[in-house]
């Protein structure tokens, strides 16, 4: 997880009531400022989903970093 975290970070620590459903192995921060694109290649195992509350915050963040 980023030190100090920026405005356009979101961060999911592992207690997060959505973090099991996302497939991460520990907790992360979604960079909303650092935008790339990741072979599948790179991806090991099954690829998670964001269930509609972390949909939400990630919509929060992106409208706030945006302006949108």
């Known amino acids: ?3 100090p975290p920026s405005d ?3 961060l999911i620590p592992a207690n997060h009531p959505s973090f099991a459903g996302t497939g991460l192995k520990r ?3 979604i960079k909303f400022d650092k935008v790339a694109t ?3 290649d790179l991806i ?3 690829i998670g989903e964001i269930d509609e ?5 990630c ?4 409208s ?3 302006t949108i």
């Open 38 to 40: 990741v072979s599948r």
């Open 27 to 29: 907790a992360s921060a």
């Open 1 to 3: 997880m980023p030190e």
């Open 8 to 10: 356009s970070d979101l």
């Open 53 to 57: 509350e972390l949909a939400s915050e």
């Open 44 to 46: 090991e195992g099954g």
């Open 64 to 66: 706030r970093v945006f």
């Open 59 to 62: 919509n929060a963040v992106m």
